[in-house]
C-alpha cells in the first residue's frame, strides 16, 4: 500500500488527478469560447445543465447527513453550501433558468426530464452514486473537488463570450459570474477538508481516483453535449467508425 501523503503531496496529486481532463477541452466548450455556437445550441446545454447541477443541494444533503459529528468544519461547509444553492440569495437553478430563457428555451423545457440527454442522465446519477454510497470524505473529494472546483476556470473562458459575442445583459449571465467567485471559495474549501480528513492512505487513495472519475465524468458529458447537439450528422458518422 502506498504511504501516507503529506499535505502538500496529497495536494499536488489531487491537482493532478484533474489535470488534463477539464471539461475546457471539450468540443462544447471550445466552440463556446470561441463563439460559433448558436442560442439554440446555449438553449440544449441550459436544459442538460439544469438536471446536473439542480440537484446539487441534494447530493451535498446526503454527504451531510453521513458525515461523522465531529467533523464538525466539513458539516458547516456542506450546510453553508446548500443554503447558498438554494435560499442564500437568488436559488441558482432560477438563474440558469433566466439564462435559457435568455437563449430561447422556456422554464417548462428546462424543467422537463425528457429534454435530458442519456449522458446527462448518467452524470446526474454518478452524483447521487457518490454522494449516497461513498465515504463521505471521498464524497466531497468527487462532488466538490473533483466537480466544482472546476467551475470557475470553464465560466472564465465561456462568459466573456456571452457578453461580447452572444451580447447577453449582466442580468442574463449573473448565473455565470456568480459562480465563479462562489465555486472557487467552495472548492478550496473542499480541497481544505479532504486534505485534512483523509488521513490514512487507503482514503488518500481513494480520493484521488473520485477527483480522477469526476473529472472524467465531467468532461465526457460536456464533449456528449457537442455530439448530440452541435456536430453534422456526417462528424457523427465519422466518430462513430473511428
Excluded at 103 to 121: A, K, Y
Excluded at 143 to 167: A, N
Excluded at 172 to 199: C, K, M, P, T, W
Aim: aromatic letters at 10%.
Amino acid at each position: 500500500m502506498s504511504a501516507l501523503m503529506s499535505r502538500d503531496e496529497f495536494r499536488t496529486a489531487l491537482e493532478n488527478a484533474i489535470k488534463g481532463k477539464s471539461a475546457n477541452k471539450s468540443p462544447f466548450s471550445l466552440a463556446w469560447a470561441h463563439g460559433t455556437l448558436s442560442r439554440e445550441h446555449l438553449a440544449r446545454w441550459a436544459e442538460n445543465h439544469y438536471h446536473y447541477v439542480g440537484p446539487f443541494a441534494d447530493y451535498l444533503a446526503y454527504v451531510y447527513a453521513r458525515m461523522p459529528a465531529q467533523h464538525v468544519e466539513a458539516k458547516d461547509f456542506l450546510l453553508a453550501n446548500m443554503y447558498e444553492e438554494e435560499i442564500g440569495g437568488d436559488r441558482h437553478t432560477d438563474l440558469l433558468i433566466r439564462f435559457a430563457e435568455a437563449c430561447g428555451t422556456t422554464r417548462e423545457r428546462v424543467l422537463d426530464e425528457e429534454n435530458m440527454s442519456p449522458t446527462t442522465r448518467a452524470l446526474q446519477a454518478w452524483c447521487y452514486a457518490v454522494a449516497m454510497r461513498e465515504d463521505p470524505v471521498v464524497a466531497v473529494a468527487g462532488l466538490v473537488v473533483g466537480l466544482e472546483s472546476q467551475v470557475p476556470s470553464i465560466y472564465r473562458k465561456q462568459t466573456p463570450t456571452l457578453r461580447e459575442k452572444y451580447g447577453f445583459t449582466d442580468e442574463e449571465v449573473e448565473f455565470f459570474d456568480l459562480h465563479i467567485v462562489s465555486d472557487e471559495i467552495h472548492g478550496e474549501r473542499g480541497y481544505q477538508i479532504v486534505l485534512e480528513l483523509a488521513n490514512t492512505p487507503e482514503l488518500q487513495q481513494r480520493c484521488l481516483k473520485i477527483c480522477e472519475v469526476g473529472a472524467q465524468m465531467r468532461l465526457l458529458y460536456t464533449t456528449a453535449l457537442y455530439h448530440d447537439y452541435v456536430a453534422l450528422p456526417s462528424e457523427q458518422e465519422e466518430a462513430v467508425a473511428a
